[in-house]
């Protein structure tokens, strides 16, 4: 039964590469522009901002839960270091306080998912609401732009040639694997989603585990918040509008489960990927932003039932 579920573990993760591959081949067949190294590194630099998110929602995910909020973090996170930032704050406290709070957000929400009791849709949906009020309070509607160039860096720099924003976020999946793979932590993240009272019966912390698991994710909201203000060179209070349906969608191509206890980083990267392509080579087609939202939902349905039809066979 192991050895079964490891070949469809991977050969989800396979054929999800695989798509991604036949995806970029069109992209190339259609238009001659696709294929470039300027372009698969505007591509790469665009998915970095939702691919860390998607980090964090694989984390909830396979504990079992849904984050609604990872947007609206994103927004409030943001104008909280910008504003900082323009107060002349050095550059590494102000980004430190930034994920201060998206940490504490994400701990909020597994508070109130872990020892409140709430259904995960309904307290991470009460706190995209919150954050997105009081980003716009904070700010009183306002964007906050015009920062230094060494906080600029992190969006304009590179490091042997890669750009900065690429690192983070190879960096970030890659401490994320080694957690989800290679730590008790990881272990108990699966054996929440999978099956919590089991886990409870073998000695795991599940509530504050749990709750920690919702502060990564709030932390790595507001870690794309870094990226996507120095990118701007503005934080909005309106900004990450739908980012945590793109970031959902990008983990659930990736083969995570929306049931639990099941999923990995390396296949939420290769979905974050597939995203970032669809919606460059739809650009590079002329498709307008209403069709492309229309392809994007049904990505996301087909990849639903993709899972489905991988899970049933094992009920």
Same mark, same amino acid.
């Given at each position: ?13 396979? =054929?999800?590469? $695989? ?31 939702? $691919? ?49 709070? &998206?940490?504490?957000? =994400? ?23 919150? $954050? ?5 309070? #904070? ?45 008790? #932590? &990881? ?51 309106? $900004? ?19 049931? =639990? ?9 290769? =979905? ?8 460059? &080579? ?34």
């Amino acid at each position: 039964m192991k050895a079964r579920e490891l070949m469809a573990h991977y050969g989800r993760q396979f =054929g999800t590469l $695989a798509g991604l591959l036949v995806l970029c081949g069109v992209l190339w067949a259609l238009t001659p522009h696709f294929l470039t190294v300027s372009n698969l590194l505007n591509i790469a630099q665009q998915t970095s901002i939702n $691919a860390v998110i998607a980090v964090g929602l694989t984390f909830v995910i396979i504990s079992g839960g849904i984050d609604l909020s990872v947007g609206s973090i994103v927004a409030f996170a943001g104008v909280v270091m910008a504003t900082l930032l323009q107060r002349d704050v050095p550059v590494p406290l102000a980004i430190g306080a930034g994920l201060v709070f &998206g940490f504490g957000c =994400g701990l909020l929400n597994g508070l109130l998912v872990s020892f409140g009791r709430l259904p995960p849709f309904i307290a991470t949906l009460g706190m995209m609401s919150m $954050a997105r009020g009081g980003g716009l309070l #904070f700010t009183e509607g306002r964007p906050v732009s015009g920062f230094a160039a060494d906080f600029r860096w992190l969006a304009t720099g590179e490091i042997f040639h890669v750009p900065v924003p690429v690192v983070i976020m190879l960096g970030v999946y890659a401490a994320a694997h080694f957690v989800l793979r290679r730590t008790p #932590f &990881g272990r108990y993240v699966f054996a929440m989603g999978g099956n919590e009272e089991a886990a409870v019966l073998s000695g795991v912390q599940v509530r504050f585990h749990k709750t920690l698991v919702y502060g990564v994710c709030g932390l790595l909201s507001a870690l794309a918040s870094v990226l996507l203000t120095a990118r701007l060179n503005s934080a909005q209070p309106i $900004a990450g509008i739908n980012y945590e349906l793109d970031a959902i969608a990008a983990t659930v191509i990736g083969g995570t489960s929306l049931m =639990g206890g099941q999923g990995s980083v390396v296949g939420t990267l290769i =979905g974050a990927l597939i995203m970032g392509v669809l919606r460059n &080579g739809l650009n590079l087609l002329g498709v307008s932003s209403f069709v492309q939202q229309v392809v994007i939902g049904a990505v996301i349905i087909l990849a639903v039932l993709l899972d489905t039809a991988f899970r049933r066979p094992k009920r």
